[in-house]
Protein backbone atom coordinates (compact mmCIF):
# COMPACT_ATOMS: atom_id res chain seq x y z
CA UNK A 1 0.00 0.00 0.00
CA UNK A 2 1.24 3.50 -0.65
CA UNK A 3 1.73 6.26 1.53
CA UNK A 4 -0.92 8.07 0.38
CA UNK A 5 -3.64 5.28 0.91
CA UNK A 6 -1.93 3.94 4.69
CA UNK A 7 -1.92 7.53 5.85
CA UNK A 8 -5.43 8.00 4.69
CA UNK A 9 -6.24 4.94 7.09
CA UNK A 10 -4.24 6.37 10.18
CA UNK A 11 -6.26 9.44 9.46
CA UNK A 12 -10.19 7.32 9.60
CA UNK A 13 -9.36 5.74 12.73
CA UNK A 14 -7.72 8.24 14.91
CA UNK A 15 -10.72 10.64 13.74
CA UNK A 16 -12.90 8.19 14.61
CA UNK A 17 -12.43 7.97 17.94
CA UNK A 18 -12.47 12.14 17.92
CA UNK A 19 -16.08 11.65 16.30
CA UNK A 20 -17.13 9.43 18.30
CA UNK A 21 -16.06 10.92 21.86
CA UNK A 22 -17.09 14.77 21.20
CA UNK A 23 -20.33 13.53 19.69
CA UNK A 24 -20.97 11.71 23.00
CA UNK A 25 -19.10 13.27 25.73
CA UNK A 26 -21.32 16.16 26.67
CA UNK A 27 -24.42 14.49 27.07
CA UNK A 28 -22.42 12.05 29.35
CA UNK A 29 -21.32 14.71 31.55
CA UNK A 30 -24.30 16.05 31.47
CA UNK A 31 -26.70 13.30 32.05
CA UNK A 32 -23.85 10.95 33.85
CA UNK A 33 -22.17 13.59 35.38
CA UNK A 34 -24.87 15.73 36.26
CA UNK A 35 -22.89 18.96 34.84
CA UNK A 36 -24.50 21.77 33.11
CA UNK A 37 -24.89 23.03 29.42
CA UNK A 38 -21.71 24.95 30.00
CA UNK A 39 -19.01 22.43 32.05
CA UNK A 40 -20.57 19.92 29.20
CA UNK A 41 -19.48 22.25 26.11
CA UNK A 42 -16.42 22.74 28.19
CA UNK A 43 -15.53 18.73 28.64
CA UNK A 44 -16.70 18.46 24.30
CA UNK A 45 -14.25 21.15 23.44
CA UNK A 46 -11.40 20.76 26.00
CA UNK A 47 -10.25 17.71 23.25
CA UNK A 48 -10.07 20.72 20.56
CA UNK A 49 -8.02 22.98 22.98
CA UNK A 50 -5.61 19.73 23.66
CA UNK A 51 -5.14 19.39 19.64
CA UNK A 52 -3.83 23.17 19.60
CA UNK A 53 -1.42 22.29 22.06
CA UNK A 54 -0.30 19.08 20.27
CA UNK A 55 -0.38 20.97 17.25
CA UNK A 56 2.00 23.96 18.26
CA UNK A 57 4.19 21.14 19.85
CA UNK A 58 4.40 19.28 16.62
CA UNK A 59 5.77 22.15 14.45
CA UNK A 60 8.65 23.14 16.56
CA UNK A 61 9.49 19.33 16.63
CA UNK A 62 8.82 18.86 13.23
CA UNK A 63 12.03 21.06 12.63
CA UNK A 64 14.18 18.50 14.38
CA UNK A 65 12.41 15.16 13.99
CA UNK A 66 11.04 13.15 11.03
CA UNK A 67 7.29 12.84 10.69
CA UNK A 68 7.37 9.14 11.55
CA UNK A 69 9.21 9.93 14.67
CA UNK A 70 6.87 12.18 15.95
CA UNK A 71 4.04 9.96 15.09
CA UNK A 72 4.84 6.50 16.87
CA UNK A 73 4.76 8.27 20.09
CA UNK A 74 2.26 9.88 19.83
CA UNK A 75 -0.42 7.25 18.79
CA UNK A 76 1.44 5.17 21.84
CA UNK A 77 0.39 8.20 24.32
CA UNK A 78 -3.22 8.65 22.32
CA UNK A 79 -4.27 4.76 22.93
CA UNK A 80 -2.98 4.90 26.52
CA UNK A 81 -5.03 7.94 27.24
CA UNK A 82 -8.32 6.62 25.37
CA UNK A 83 -7.79 3.62 27.86
CA UNK A 84 -8.29 6.03 31.17
CA UNK A 85 -11.79 7.01 30.43
CA UNK A 86 -13.91 4.48 32.10
CA UNK A 87 -12.16 5.23 35.35
CA UNK A 88 -13.33 9.22 35.10
CA UNK A 89 -16.16 10.13 38.16
CA UNK A 90 -15.85 13.62 38.40
CA UNK A 91 -16.05 16.51 35.52
CA UNK A 92 -12.81 18.12 36.56
CA UNK A 93 -10.78 14.56 36.05
CA UNK A 94 -12.59 14.32 32.84
CA UNK A 95 -11.71 17.68 31.58
CA UNK A 96 -8.22 16.97 31.92
CA UNK A 97 -8.08 13.80 30.32
CA UNK A 98 -9.72 15.29 27.08
CA UNK A 99 -6.99 18.02 27.14
CA UNK A 100 -4.42 15.32 27.29
CA UNK A 101 -5.80 13.28 25.04
CA UNK A 102 -6.39 15.85 22.50
CA UNK A 103 -2.87 17.37 22.62
CA UNK A 104 -1.96 13.68 21.49
CA UNK A 105 -4.44 13.51 18.96
CA UNK A 106 -3.08 16.84 17.71
CA UNK A 107 0.48 15.24 17.46
CA UNK A 108 -0.89 11.99 15.61
CA UNK A 109 -2.49 14.28 12.76
CA UNK A 110 -0.12 16.63 12.26
CA UNK A 111 2.31 14.15 11.35
CA UNK A 112 0.12 11.98 9.61
CA UNK A 113 -0.67 15.27 7.50
CA UNK A 114 2.54 16.11 7.03
CA UNK A 115 2.80 12.50 5.51
CA UNK A 116 -0.02 12.89 3.45
CA UNK A 117 0.88 16.06 1.82
CA UNK A 118 4.72 15.54 1.66
CA UNK A 119 4.14 12.78 -0.96
CA UNK A 120 1.56 14.37 -3.67
CA UNK A 121 2.93 16.17 -6.42
CA UNK A 122 2.50 20.34 -6.23
CA UNK A 123 -0.31 20.42 -9.48
CA UNK A 124 -2.49 18.08 -7.64
CA UNK A 125 -2.26 18.48 -4.22
CA UNK A 126 -6.20 19.92 -3.82
CA UNK A 127 -7.07 16.52 -5.14
CA UNK A 128 -4.82 14.50 -3.48
CA UNK A 129 -5.61 15.85 -0.19
CA UNK A 130 -9.41 15.70 -0.94
CA UNK A 131 -8.54 12.00 -1.47
CA UNK A 132 -6.60 11.52 1.60
CA UNK A 133 -9.29 13.21 3.51
CA UNK A 134 -11.95 10.64 3.00
CA UNK A 135 -11.13 8.73 5.89
CA UNK A 136 -11.80 11.98 8.19
CA UNK A 137 -15.53 12.23 6.18
CA UNK A 138 -16.06 8.40 6.63
CA UNK A 139 -15.65 8.77 10.48
CA UNK A 140 -17.97 12.03 10.63
CA UNK A 141 -20.34 9.27 9.90
CA UNK A 142 -19.46 6.45 11.54
CA UNK A 143 -18.52 8.01 14.72
CA UNK A 144 -21.25 10.14 15.70
CA UNK A 145 -24.09 7.65 14.31
CA UNK A 146 -22.43 4.90 16.58
CA UNK A 147 -22.25 7.34 19.17
CA UNK A 148 -25.92 9.20 19.27
CA UNK A 149 -27.04 5.02 19.05
CA UNK A 150 -25.47 4.62 22.53
CA UNK A 151 -26.38 7.73 24.04
CA UNK A 152 -30.06 7.06 23.18
CA UNK A 153 -29.80 3.36 24.92
CA UNK A 154 -27.33 5.28 27.69
CA UNK A 155 -24.67 3.10 26.32
CA UNK A 156 -21.60 4.74 28.06
CA UNK A 157 -19.81 2.20 28.60
CA UNK A 158 -19.65 0.40 25.05
CA UNK A 159 -18.45 3.97 24.08
CA UNK A 160 -15.67 3.81 26.06
CA UNK A 161 -14.52 0.19 24.99
CA UNK A 162 -14.76 1.08 21.19
CA UNK A 163 -12.94 4.04 21.55
CA UNK A 164 -9.65 2.02 23.29
CA UNK A 165 -9.94 -0.40 20.70
CA UNK A 166 -9.59 2.07 17.89
CA UNK A 167 -7.19 3.80 19.47
CA UNK A 168 -4.71 0.69 20.22
CA UNK A 169 -5.41 -0.17 16.21
CA UNK A 170 -3.89 2.91 15.49
CA UNK A 171 -1.22 2.65 17.30
CA UNK A 172 -0.51 -0.51 15.36
CA UNK A 173 -1.12 1.42 12.04
CA UNK A 174 1.29 4.02 13.03
CA UNK A 175 3.70 1.28 12.32
CA UNK A 176 3.23 0.40 9.18
CA UNK A 177 3.63 3.62 7.72
CA UNK A 178 6.58 4.77 5.69
CA UNK A 179 8.65 8.16 6.22
CA UNK A 180 9.19 11.08 3.85
CA UNK A 181 12.36 11.34 2.70
CA UNK A 182 14.34 14.38 3.74
CA UNK A 183 13.27 17.34 2.25
CA UNK A 184 10.08 15.94 1.12
CA UNK A 185 7.88 18.24 3.58
CA UNK A 186 8.74 16.85 6.87
CA UNK A 187 10.79 20.87 7.80
CA UNK A 188 13.99 19.31 8.66
CA UNK A 189 16.05 21.36 5.81
CA UNK A 190 15.52 24.53 8.14
CA UNK A 191 16.22 23.32 11.72
CA UNK A 192 16.94 27.04 12.58
CA UNK A 193 13.69 28.45 12.80
CA UNK A 194 11.50 28.92 15.20
CA UNK A 195 8.04 30.33 13.86
CA UNK A 196 4.96 28.41 15.05
CA UNK A 197 2.50 29.99 12.33
CA UNK A 198 3.38 30.55 8.78
CA UNK A 199 1.66 33.83 7.81
CA UNK A 200 1.12 33.40 4.25
CA UNK A 201 -1.43 30.06 5.65
CA UNK A 202 -3.47 32.57 8.21
CA UNK A 203 -6.09 33.95 5.70
CA UNK A 204 -7.33 30.43 4.81
CA UNK A 205 -6.92 29.85 8.45
CA UNK A 206 -9.43 31.99 9.73
CA UNK A 207 -11.62 31.04 7.81
CA UNK A 208 -11.57 27.54 8.86
CA UNK A 209 -11.47 29.04 12.45
CA UNK A 210 -15.14 30.75 12.37
CA UNK A 211 -15.92 27.57 10.28
CA UNK A 212 -14.78 24.83 12.83
CA UNK A 213 -16.60 27.40 15.39
CA UNK A 214 -19.89 27.02 13.92
CA UNK A 215 -19.60 23.29 12.81
CA UNK A 216 -18.19 22.85 16.57
CA UNK A 217 -22.26 23.97 17.89
CA UNK A 218 -23.79 21.16 15.66
CA UNK A 219 -20.95 18.39 16.89
CA UNK A 220 -21.66 18.74 20.51
CA UNK A 221 -25.57 19.93 21.12
CA UNK A 222 -27.30 18.29 17.76
CA UNK A 223 -28.19 14.96 20.64
CA UNK A 224 -29.75 17.36 22.73
CA UNK A 225 -30.99 19.40 20.21
CA UNK A 226 -32.95 16.67 18.42
CA UNK A 227 -34.44 15.69 21.78
CA UNK A 228 -35.84 18.73 22.10
CA UNK A 229 -37.55 19.28 19.20
CA UNK A 230 -38.58 15.48 18.83
CA UNK A 231 -36.29 14.49 15.98
CA UNK A 232 -33.96 12.47 17.77
CA UNK A 233 -34.50 9.88 15.05
CA UNK A 234 -33.54 12.18 12.13
CA UNK A 235 -30.58 13.74 14.12
CA UNK A 236 -29.00 10.38 14.62
CA UNK A 237 -29.00 10.27 10.87
CA UNK A 238 -27.33 13.70 10.09
CA UNK A 239 -23.78 12.41 9.78
CA UNK A 240 -24.58 9.67 7.44
CA UNK A 241 -26.16 12.10 5.39
CA UNK A 242 -23.45 14.69 6.01
CA UNK A 243 -20.46 12.24 4.70
CA UNK A 244 -22.34 10.63 2.02
CA UNK A 245 -22.69 14.71 0.56
CA UNK A 246 -18.67 15.26 1.23
CA UNK A 247 -17.96 11.65 -0.62
CA UNK A 248 -19.86 12.27 -3.96
CA UNK A 249 -18.21 15.91 -4.25
CA UNK A 250 -15.28 16.58 -2.80
CA UNK A 251 -12.81 14.51 -5.45
CA UNK A 252 -14.96 17.35 -7.94
CA UNK A 253 -13.82 20.12 -5.56
CA UNK A 254 -9.98 19.34 -4.81
CA UNK A 255 -10.17 19.67 -8.95
CA UNK A 256 -11.89 22.98 -8.83
CA UNK A 257 -9.51 24.37 -6.80
CA UNK A 258 -6.56 23.02 -8.35
CA UNK A 259 -7.91 24.85 -11.52
CA UNK A 260 -9.93 27.98 -10.28
CA UNK A 261 -8.18 28.59 -6.89
CA UNK A 262 -9.87 29.44 -4.10
CA UNK A 263 -11.08 32.69 -4.48
CA UNK A 264 -13.90 31.30 -6.27
CA UNK A 265 -14.56 27.92 -4.76
CA UNK A 266 -14.34 28.82 -1.14
CA UNK A 267 -16.66 31.25 -0.88
CA UNK A 268 -19.71 28.96 -2.93
CA UNK A 269 -18.61 26.39 -0.10
CA UNK A 270 -19.39 29.11 2.92
CA UNK A 271 -22.39 30.02 0.80
CA UNK A 272 -23.95 26.45 1.05
CA UNK A 273 -22.53 25.66 4.64
CA UNK A 274 -24.50 28.78 5.56
CA UNK A 275 -27.48 27.50 4.13
CA UNK A 276 -27.19 24.67 5.43
CA UNK A 277 -27.14 26.17 9.09
CA UNK A 278 -30.16 28.15 8.38
CA UNK A 279 -32.04 25.10 7.08
CA UNK A 280 -31.13 23.17 10.69
CA UNK A 281 -32.29 26.22 12.36
CA UNK A 282 -35.87 26.64 10.80
CA UNK A 283 -35.86 22.58 10.61
CA UNK A 284 -39.56 21.47 11.86
CA UNK A 285 -39.38 18.00 10.23
CA UNK A 286 -36.77 14.90 9.99
CA UNK A 287 -36.44 15.75 6.02
CA UNK A 288 -35.34 19.22 6.72
CA UNK A 289 -33.05 18.49 9.08
CA UNK A 290 -31.82 15.77 6.62
CA UNK A 291 -31.45 18.53 3.78
CA UNK A 292 -29.33 20.69 5.86
CA UNK A 293 -26.87 18.27 6.63
CA UNK A 294 -26.88 17.73 2.64
CA UNK A 295 -26.02 21.35 2.69
CA UNK A 296 -23.43 21.40 5.58
CA UNK A 297 -21.41 18.43 3.85
CA UNK A 298 -21.67 20.26 0.25
CA UNK A 299 -20.48 23.36 2.41
CA UNK A 300 -18.39 22.67 5.58
CA UNK A 301 -17.35 19.34 4.77
CA UNK A 302 -15.10 20.77 1.48
CA UNK A 303 -14.21 23.92 3.01
CA UNK A 304 -12.02 21.31 5.27
CA UNK A 305 -10.12 19.62 2.90
CA UNK A 306 -9.91 23.31 0.00
CA UNK A 307 -8.97 24.87 3.07
CA UNK A 308 -5.72 22.61 3.97
CA UNK A 309 -4.68 22.55 0.04
CA UNK A 310 -4.95 26.18 0.42
CA UNK A 311 -2.77 26.26 3.28
CA UNK A 312 0.02 24.26 1.98
CA UNK A 313 -0.69 25.39 -1.66
CA UNK A 314 1.75 28.68 -1.30
CA UNK A 315 4.80 27.88 0.36
CA UNK A 316 8.06 25.62 -0.43
CA UNK A 317 8.01 21.52 0.20
CA UNK A 318 10.29 22.58 3.58
CA UNK A 319 7.55 24.77 5.53
CA UNK A 320 4.54 22.87 4.53
CA UNK A 321 4.19 21.08 7.88
CA UNK A 322 4.71 24.85 9.73
CA UNK A 323 1.44 25.50 6.85
CA UNK A 324 -0.32 22.24 8.04
CA UNK A 325 0.21 23.06 11.77
CA UNK A 326 -0.86 26.58 11.38
CA UNK A 327 -3.95 25.67 9.35
CA UNK A 328 -5.20 23.19 12.15
CA UNK A 329 -4.42 25.11 14.89
CA UNK A 330 -6.59 28.16 13.52
CA UNK A 331 -9.09 24.83 13.36
CA UNK A 332 -8.53 24.07 17.00
CA UNK A 333 -9.44 27.08 18.56
CA UNK A 334 -12.40 27.48 16.78
CA UNK A 335 -13.44 24.07 17.11
CA UNK A 336 -12.52 24.32 20.64
CA UNK A 337 -14.09 27.05 21.64
CA UNK A 338 -17.24 26.77 20.51
CA UNK A 339 -18.64 24.02 22.31
CA UNK A 340 -18.10 25.98 25.53
CA UNK A 341 -19.29 29.09 23.84
CA UNK A 342 -22.46 27.86 22.25
CA UNK A 343 -23.56 26.28 25.64
CA UNK A 344 -22.97 29.36 27.69
CA UNK A 345 -24.86 31.05 24.90
CA UNK A 346 -28.03 27.94 24.63
CA UNK A 347 -30.12 29.05 28.04
CA UNK A 348 -30.78 32.69 26.66
CA UNK A 349 -30.95 31.91 23.10
CA UNK A 350 -31.87 28.37 22.40
CA UNK A 351 -30.98 26.13 19.43
CA UNK A 352 -32.73 27.43 16.86
CA UNK A 353 -31.54 31.08 17.85
CA UNK A 354 -27.93 29.89 18.10
CA UNK A 355 -27.72 27.74 14.52
CA UNK A 356 -29.16 31.10 13.03
CA UNK A 357 -26.02 33.32 14.48
CA UNK A 358 -23.43 30.30 12.97
CA UNK A 359 -25.39 30.97 9.71
CA UNK A 360 -24.88 34.56 10.20
CA UNK A 361 -20.96 33.88 11.64
CA UNK A 362 -20.48 32.30 8.14
CA UNK A 363 -22.13 34.29 5.92
CA UNK A 364 -19.72 37.22 7.23
CA UNK A 365 -16.75 34.78 6.14
CA UNK A 366 -16.66 35.14 2.44
CA UNK A 367 -16.00 39.23 2.57
CA UNK A 368 -13.53 38.66 5.14
CA UNK A 369 -11.67 36.44 3.54
CA UNK A 370 -11.25 38.39 0.33
CA UNK A 371 -9.91 40.95 3.05
CA UNK A 372 -7.45 38.69 4.86
CA UNK A 373 -5.92 37.45 1.35
CA UNK A 374 -5.41 41.04 0.22
CA UNK A 375 -3.29 41.95 3.65
CA UNK A 376 -1.65 38.93 4.36
CA UNK A 377 -1.85 36.24 1.51
CA UNK A 378 1.06 36.55 -1.46
CA UNK A 379 0.36 38.76 -4.95
CA UNK A 380 -2.28 37.38 -6.43
CA UNK A 381 -0.73 34.41 -8.90
CA UNK A 382 -2.14 31.71 -11.07
CA UNK A 383 -3.81 29.26 -9.42
CA UNK A 384 -0.44 26.63 -9.59
CA UNK A 385 1.75 29.39 -8.69
CA UNK A 386 3.18 30.35 -5.44
CA UNK A 387 5.64 33.22 -4.06
CA UNK A 388 8.72 30.23 -4.08
CA UNK A 389 7.42 28.71 -7.65
CA UNK A 390 4.95 26.37 -9.00
CA UNK A 391 2.97 24.87 -6.97
Known amino acids: MGRLTLAALQNLVVYF ?5 ISTIAPYSSYVLKTSTGISGLASGMFVIGILFGRLATGAISTKASPKKVLVPGNLAFAFLSSLYPMVR ?3 SLIALRFLHGASFGVVHNACGTIAAGVLPPSRRGEGIAYYSFGQIISAALGPFLGLRFVASSDFRNVFLVAIAASFLS ?9 LEKGS ?6 PHS ?33 AEVHLSEATSQFFLVYAASVLMTRPLSGRMLDRWGARLVLPLCLSLFAMGLFALAFAKS ?10 IGLG ?3 VLSLGQAEAVRRVPKELIALATATYFVFLDIGAGLGPYLFGSLLPFLGYRSLYLLMGLMVLVLIPA ?16 ETAQGPF
Open 17 to 21: VFYLL
Open 90 to 92: DPF
Open 171 to 179: FGLSFTIPD
Open 185 to 190: GDGRSR
Open 194 to 226: LRLIEPSAVPVSVVIMVSGLAFSGIMAFLSMYG
Open 286 to 295: GPAVLLSALF
Open 300 to 302: YGN
Open 369 to 384: YGGLLGLLGPKARGPL
